[in-house]
């Protein structure tokens, strides 16, 4: 095989894992998302963010990107299941996801180049969440402080990152999702009308986060650029 042939063959496995890691996470959303847990539930789940991080690591992306989709998918798994355990294992998962991604935006990121009114922004975010959200989560409240904590330094250093807008906005995206998680979780009842758009919601804004970060900071050179 040439290295024009190999190079063919890697971007083609990476466009069809990110396609295909669409597909499933639309499958998920249609199909599964707003429904109890169940094996099948689980599988599809996961299968969207571990076809995300084949196709960055079949292009040679980022390790610690890579590294992240991997725990994502792990969190996915046990956050599909019931139980304060599962739930437990998941939100670790993802917490040291976001160390990862906050390690691979670090070097990059600038104080040059950061919006000092959006960190404002996730910080006062932050902060409100001592009394809109932990009074309500009982023995998990030290726990959620410090994946609050992490997703605000996780998009503080994404909005440091110059020239790769892509990954920004899927930083984003994923600090949104995790705030309607924890709505969905400790706020809303099971009776609410608002559930289900809402899992629907999270479950699409989770997968344009995983996506964004990828494409837009996942390789030497963004994907694409906005």
């Not at 440091?160 to 809303?188: K, M, Q, T, W, Y």
Request: neutral net charge; proline residues 4%.
């Amino acid at each position: 095989m040439t290295v024009f042939e190999e190079i063919v063959l890697r971007q083609s496995i990476m466009l069809s894992g990110l396609s295909f890691g669409f597909l499933m996470a639309l499958i998920f959303a249609v199909c599964f998302c707003y429904r109890g847990p169940s094996k099948r539930k689980t599988i599809i789940k996961v299968l969207t963010p571990l076809a995300f991080a084949v196709a960055g690591y079949v292009n040679f992306a980022a390790p610690l990107v890579v590294l992240g989709l991997l725990l994502s998918a792990i969190g996915d798994a046990f956050l599909s299941r019931e139980g304060e355990k599962s739930f437990l294992i998941g939100l670790i998962a993802f917490a040291v996801a976001h160390v990862l991604y906050i390690a691979h935006f670090l070097p990059m990121a600038s104080l040059v180049e950061l919006a000092w009114f959006p960190v404002v922004l996730l910080v006062v975010l932050a902060l409100s969440t001592e009394r809109w959200l932990i009074p309500y989560t009982d023995d998990m409240a030290w726990p959620v402080r410090v994946y609050v904590l992490l997703i605000t330094v996780m998009g503080c250093a994404a909005l440091g990152l110059s020239g790769r807008e892509v990954a920004v906005l899927g930083a984003f995206a994923f600090i949104l999702s995790d705030l309607i998680l924890a709505i969905n979780l400790f706020r809303l009842t099971t009776a609410s009308r608002w559930l289900i758009p809402s899992e629907i919601a999270l479950w699409i804004f989770y997968v344009l986060g995983q996506a964004g970060i990828l494409i837009g900071a996942g390789f030497a050179r963004p994907l694409f650029s906005i």
